[in-house]
């Protein structure tokens, strides 16, 4: 059985002018909300082995508070350019990748994007994840490559106030 811990970014500045999307960093708020998160999924004793992340700067910056609440170290840390604003089929192409030794593995990114896949992985979880938001899903695969559609057994849900 794996675990996957899906997260969507935290809260981002504005569009403004002179910084594109892919440049825009957390907002107050979202940088208070990405360390609440980190201290809940740590006291939840979650503890991710690989931790895959869009490379986008509000994603490596929702995945830094994360990083360091569970004492994830720079090797088990994948930030790709391609996670920025995929879909449900490339990231779950990207974890059906990912090394069978790891039992747990995060993976922070954007809507509409994480909720597609949430979806597709757990049939009953149909809400759109919002900013700050993720979901721990337990799933009925011994490989990553085997997943498919709802796999998911078990799912707690992690929701800002």
Same mark, same amino acid.
């Given at each position: 059985?794996? !675990?996957?811990?899906?997260? %969507?970014?935290?809260?981002?500045?504005?569009? !403004?002018?002179?910084?594109?999307?892919?440049?825009?960093?957390?907002?107050? %708020?979202?940088?208070?909300?990405?360390?609440?998160?980190?201290?809940?999924? %740590?006291?939840?004793?979650?503890?991710?082995?690989?931790?895959? !992340?869009?490379?986008? %700067?509000?994603?490596?910056?929702?995945?830094?508070?994360?990083?360091?609440? *569970?004492?994830?170290?720079?090797?088990?840390?994948?930030?790709?350019?391609?996670?920025?604003?995929?879909?449900?089929?490339?990231?779950?192409?990207?974890?059906?990748?990912?090394?069978?030794?790891?039992?747990?593995?995060?993976?922070?990114?954007?809507?509409?994007?994480?909720?597609?896949? *949430?979806?597709?992985?757990?049939?009953?979880?149909?809400?759109?994840?919002?900013?700050?938001?993720?979901?721990?899903?337990?799933?009925?695969?011994?490989?990553?490559?085997?997943?498919?559609?709802?796999? !998911?057994?078990?799912?707690?849900?992690?929701?800002?106030?």
């Amino acid at each position: 059985m794996k !675990s996957l811990l899906i997260v %969507r970014h935290s809260k981002a500045e504005d569009v !403004s002018a002179g910084i594109n999307d892919f440049q825009r960093p957390l907002s107050a %708020r979202g940088r208070d909300e990405a360390a609440k998160l980190a201290r809940i999924i %740590r006291q939840a004793n979650i503890h991710p082995e690989l931790l895959l !992340s869009s490379s986008a %700067r509000r994603t490596r910056e929702t995945s830094a508070a994360l990083c360091e609440a *569970l004492g994830l170290q720079a090797g088990q840390q994948l930030y790709r350019d391609d996670l920025y604003l995929a879909g449900e089929e490339l990231m779950r192409s990207m974890l059906e990748d990912v090394d069978g030794t790891v039992h747990c593995c995060a993976i922070v990114g954007h809507n509409p994007g994480v909720s597609e896949l *949430l979806t597709f992985l757990c049939a009953h979880c149909t809400l759109s994840l919002p900013t700050s938001g993720a979901a721990l899903l337990q799933l009925t695969v011994d490989s990553w490559s085997d997943l498919f559609q709802d796999c !998911s057994v078990e799912d707690t849900l992690f929701l800002p106030e």
